[in-house]
């Protein structure tokens, strides 16, 4: 048992890593969804369509942030099932899209801190999602008739994704499913259509509210986290289609109580996306990523698998 200055001391420092271990759980979280692969977000499609989608992702591996920490063999596995829709509609005669995202996902993490084995089993409900797009250029708003003769060449929007804390949060647990604070996403992309091939950049950034009851009460603030994406998309015959995707995010350092915390990320990730249609409503896309850390962020592997259904009401 430890007495006097220097217990005192020790368990100081314990709370501190304590606390940068949450954060970089936070950041791992924040990480892997900042420098979402999500290819074609700028397709123009007729007004009025409707898509449901159901998905399943599954991603493992180290979610260790900062080497200083004294946890060895670090290893998460998180199992994700989503739920979303959207809808295409016109935004003052421009072609724009509206969508919601429900997470729910079921994950552990085990490894070793100060010595002694750590271990944590959370499920339950992720932080919904609710997005705004428009494209401002190259994408006008048809109904079924007029896009028929639609021919994209150049398109360039913007969108506007908040992120509700409805996700699960426990104050005392160091890894949870969800943030307890909301979430600004603002994401600015253009596209390139050639004769098989889209080339796709998108600019994001991540802006945060504070987070008042961080891990025993404490206080949270976190920097914006910015993030520039790439995909080069090849058309096949029967509407398939195979993206190449690579993202780069970094930013996000945070503060707790006020004190600068050394928890800036710096990572890449680089995917490839299959999308095979299985039907004149039904489409089937398997996804694959990986990520390479650079200087403080997640480093792990993941597989998604979606279906998706749309539908849009002849008049």
Do not use: C
Not at 285 to 295: K, P, V, W
């Amino acid at each position: 048992m430890y007495t006097g200055i220097g217990a005192e001391k020790t368990l100081i420092t314990l709370f501190n890593r304590t606390l940068l271990l949450f954060v970089s759980i936070i950041i791992f979280n924040l990480d892997s969804a900042a420098q979402e692969l999500e290819p074609r977000a700028l397709t123009n499609v007729p007004t009025g369509m409707n898509f449901m989608v159901l998905g399943y992702s599954y991603a493992q591996g180290n979610i260790l942030l900062d080497p200083a920490i004294p946890i060895e063999d670090l290893n998460g596995k998180l199992h994700t099932i989503l739920a979303a829709y959207l809808r295409s509609i016109k935004i003052f005669g421009l072609a724009g899209k509206v969508d919601v995202v429900v997470p729910w996902a079921s994950g552990d993490w085990q490894g070793l801190l100060n010595g002694i084995d750590t271990f944590r089993i959370a499920s339950g409900m992720g932080d919904a999602r609710i997005r705004l797009s428009v494209n401002f250029t190259g994408a006008p708003a048809l109904n079924l008739a007029g896009f028929r003769d639609y021919k994209p060449s150049k398109i360039s929007g913007v969108s506007l994704q908040i992120i509700a804390p409805t996700g699960q949060y426990d104050p005392d647990r160091l890894i949870n499913l969800g943030s307890n604070r909301w979430v600004f996403r603002p994401t600015w992309g253009f596209s390139r259509y050639f004769k098989n091939w889209i080339v796709e950049t998108y600019l994001t950034g991540w802006f945060f509210t504070v987070n008042n009851n961080f891990f025993g009460g404490n206080e949270l603030k976190q920097k914006p986290f910015g993030a520039i994406k790439f995909h080069a998309i090849r058309s096949f015959p029967k509407n398939w289609w195979l993206a190449m995707d690579a993202g780069y995010g970094i930013g996000g350092r945070t503060y707790i109580n006020g004190e600068l915390t050394d928890t800036r990320i710096s990572t890449l990730r680089f995917g490839l996306t299959l999308a095979a249609p299985i039907g004149p409503h039904h489409t089937i896309r398997l996804t694959g990523f990986t990520g390479i850390r650079l200087e403080r962020g997640s480093d792990f592997d993941a597989v998604v698998l979606t279906y998706q259904y749309r539908w849009i009401k002849k008049k």
